[in-house]
């Protein structure tokens, strides 16, 4: 309710800001881009249960509306592998080398997810929006840290809800970032 509310408020008072959500899942909690990969794929509009080329095309289409034509192919590549849109490795050596090599990987990824934001952050203000963050993924964490620190000037930010306990699962979330973090007190019976 409480995200609905200032999402609802954000955009009356800021028609023009893109808001992507994504909302953790007990389920889930801990599958690496569990959280991540929802936001992109409601962002680009892939369903779940679509065959995998049409999720493909769906990120195709979502990247090529932000990104330079040079870097869309790699970033809709790794982004694949975030919003559960794979490709083929066999065709792409830039992804079979960076599943071989998990550093690798994470630096393809954060690149991949930093040019798709600042992309989308050229057009319009961006609010990512994240439920139940206690149980989102560790990875999906390190990779909004990590844009977070990279596009530090870029009209962007995340709006986290989590209970209490993210700090145990997230110890010194996005410690070295600008946070603004605001605790609520228990609800009165009334």
Known sequence: R????????IQREHPGVVVWAARADSLRAGSP???????????AGI???????????HLQSFVS?????????????????????????????????????PALMTEQLRAAFCELLAGVCSGSPLVLVLEDLHWGDLPSVRILDGA???????????????????????????????LQEV????????
């Open 65 to 101: 509306a932000h990104v330079a034509p040079s870097a869309r192919a790699r970033v809709t590549t790794f982004l694949g592998e975030i919003a559960g849109a794979p490709f083929d490795a066999a065709t792409i050596p830039e992804l079979r080398a960076a599943r071989s090599d």
């Open 148 to 178: 977070l620190g990279d596009l530090e000037r870029a009209p962007w930010m995340i709006l986290a809800f989590g209970r209490p306990d993210v700090h145990e699962v997230f110890p010194r979330l996005w410690f070295e970032r600008t």
């Open 2 to 9: 409480l995200a609905h509310e200032v999402v609802s408020a």
């Open 33 to 43: 881009f569990s959280l991540l990969g929802q936001a992109l794929r409601v962002a």
């Open 47 to 57: 369903r779940q249960n679509e065959p995998a080329i049409r999720r493909r095309a």
């Open 183 to 190: 605790r609520l007190k228990p609800l009165a019976r009334k």
